[in-house]
């Protein structure tokens, strides 16, 4: 009986990379991300659609979206009125 799977310490040696996670996809782009021009409402959306992901059982989401959140509620809080 031959097994075509590793034995050994070739075992241990990983063939392949894993495929990214949907967090971290998430920071490589942001990572890339500089500066954007967006309506407000629009950064209120995103912020509401990002935070269904604090919760993400994935930590690399999961630090990701809190990332994301944080800076877009930073943004809306500065975009209110009567700021300038």
């Known amino acids: 009986m031959n097994s075509s799977q590793p034995r050994g310490l ?6 392949a990379r894993q495929a990214a ?16 021009s967006v309506p407000v409402p629009v950064l209120a959306a995103a912020a509401e659609l ?4 604090l919760e993400d059982p994935d930590p690399v989401t999961r ?3 809190a990332d994301v959140h944080a800076h877009l509620l930073a943004v809306l809080e ?3 009125p009567g700021r300038e």
């Open 10 to 15: 070739h075992a241990l040696i990983p063939t």
């Open 21 to 36: 996670t949907p967090g971290e996809r998430a920071a490589a782009q942001m990572l890339h991300l500089r500066t954007a």
């Open 50 to 53: 990002i935070a269904a992901h």
């Open 63 to 65: 630090e990701a979206a």
């Open 78 to 80: 500065n975009a209110a």
